[in-house]
């Protein structure tokens, strides 16, 4: 089976693809029918997980809806029904109204349109190598604390899900179709987060294996 990954650059896209063997990294423009037409084409399951999730108002709707809609037009172009596996986000729920999860409630209707798809609803995820100040508040934590920057924490009693990359990866290679799917995390609050890296460093094992990446950088 040949698998295709869209954002195979991304944090999740380069340990799927170090998980697989010689996957098809699109390395086109998903917005550029031609683009995606050519890739479709190429592969027998695609994991979608590409798309923005920080930019200017209205600018992750117009990138995300166009270029997951490309994916299935390229489909109905080419005659070619691949395996359509979609990162979509837990933010459809808990976050609907936000330009993010609803855009990707939208995707998730885009996606269905595909013979075969399967609708991962993931957490927030970390692991090494995970870029802070971006979307992952493991991440930044763990880069201020091993820098001894102040850690900024607005309500320590926030509630979170969160998954460890290694435990979502063997997930997505079990997907499951026409269905959604809820990889299960743990769920923490920011106030714990913080404890298990400052004063409690240690007791979790996965948040410690995140720190010292982060230390390590700093030798």
């Known amino acids: 089976m040949k698998v295709g990954i869209t954002g195979g650059n991304g944090f999740i896209g ?8 010689d996957p098809i990294i699109f390395h086109g423009n998903l917005n550029e029918i031609d683009n995606v037409r050519e890739f479709v084409l190429d592969c027998d399951r695609i994991y979608h997980l590409a798309g923005k999730n920080r930019a200017d108002t209205g600018d992750i709707l117009k990138n995300n ?18 395996e359509l596996i ?4 837990q933010q459809t729920v808990w976050n609907a109204d936000s330009e993010y999860g609803f855009t990707k ?3 998730e209707e885009i996606i269905k349109k595909a013979d075969r798809w399967c609708i991962y609803r993931i957490p927030n995820v ?26 900024t924490i607005n309500n320590p009693d926030v509630q979170r899900e969160f998954i460890y990359i290694e435990n ?16 299960n995390g743990e769920v923490l609050t920011i106030g714990e987060i913080y404890s298990f890296l400052t004063d409690r460093a240690g007791e979790h094992k996965k948040l410690k294996m995140c720190l010292d990446h982060y230390k390590r950088e700093e030798d």
């Open 126 to 151: 970390y692991g090494p190598d995970c870029k802070p100040f971006y979307n992952s508040v493991v991440a930044t934590f763990c880069y201020q604390v091993s820098k001894g920057e102040k850690v």
């Open 86 to 89: 979609f990162a979509s986000s």
């Open 168 to 183: 979502l990866i063997q997930d997505l290679l079990s997907p499951e179709f026409s269905t959604y799917k809820s990889p």
């Open 65 to 82: 809806i166009v270029s997951t809609a490309n994916l299935i037009l390229s489909m109905k172009l080419e005659n070619k029904y691949p």
């Open 105 to 107: 409630t939208l995707e």
């Open 14 to 21: 380069r340990h799927l693809a170090d998980a697989l063997e």
